[in-house]
């Protein structure tokens, strides 16, 4: 996508205000008036989902999940979804024989939001297992196209902001 010097300016504005929040949902709040979260997770919570994923979650993904649960904005998108619907769409997408055959192995990507079109947000799993770096990918549910997106959470809000907005 082609952005306008206006939105441009807005996002380097915008990313600038989201480096400096305190906390996830004030990051999200930023981008997004309407951002909320369903609800801090114990320390429990997480070892239990990491159990069942067979992985540590991404250290962002951990803060955001201690914090506030997730983040639904933009009426409702789960940005970043609830911690039981992260395990469950990433098992489902790694067992189910209905996406069998039509679509690449999932295996490299630890999915944990949506934008609202069917298209999900997801960090990439390197060949040692680990994260390597912030970076978000995007999988297009149409195609199975899986794009870079932005290079940590707070740039991907910042950027959805910034096109939702124009």
């Given at each position: 996508?082609?952005?306008?010097?206006?939105?441009?300016?807005?996002?380097?504005?915008?990313?600038?205000?989201?480096r400096?929040?305190?906390?996830?949902?004030?990051?999200?709040?930023t981008?997004?008036?309407?951002?909320?979260g369903?609800?801090?997770?114990?320390?429990?919570?997480?070892?239990?989902?990491?159990?069942?994923?067979?992985?540590?979650?991404?250290?962002?993904?951990?803060?955001?999940y201690?914090e506030?649960?997730?983040?639904?904005?933009?009426?409702?998108?789960?940005?970043?979804?609830?911690?039981?619907?992260l395990?469950?769409r990433?098992?489902?997408l790694?067992?189910s024989?209905?996406?069998?055959?039509?679509y690449?192995?999932?295996?490299?990507?630890?999915?944990?939001?949506?934008?609202?079109?069917?298209?999900?947000?997801?960090?990439p799993?390197?060949?040692?297992?680990?994260?390597g770096n912030?970076?978000?990918?995007?999988?297009d549910?149409?195609?199975?196209?899986?794009?870079?997106?932005a290079?940590?959470?707070?740039?991907?809000?910042a950027r959805?902001?910034?096109?939702?907005?124009?």
């Amino acid at each position: 996508m082609n952005w306008s010097q206006q939105q441009i300016h807005f996002y380097k504005e915008l990313l600038g205000r989201v480096r400096a929040g305190d906390s996830w949902l004030q990051r999200a709040k930023t981008c997004f008036p309407d951002a909320a979260g369903p609800g801090a997770m114990s320390d429990r919570q997480l070892v239990l989902a990491e159990t069942q994923l067979g992985r540590r979650l991404p250290d962002p993904l951990r803060g955001i999940y201690r914090e506030c649960g997730g983040v639904f904005a933009n009426h409702g998108t789960p940005l970043v979804m609830p911690l039981d619907d992260l395990v469950k769409r990433n098992e489902w997408l790694r067992g189910s024989d209905s996406s069998a055959g039509l679509y690449m192995p999932f295996d490299h990507l630890l999915f944990f939001g949506e934008e609202g079109n069917g298209d999900l947000y997801a960090f990439p799993i390197a060949i040692d297992g680990g994260y390597g770096n912030q970076n978000i990918y995007e999988w297009d549910h149409e195609n199975d196209s899986r794009s870079w997106r932005a290079s940590s959470i707070g740039d991907l809000f910042a950027r959805l902001a910034t096109e939702w907005s124009a």
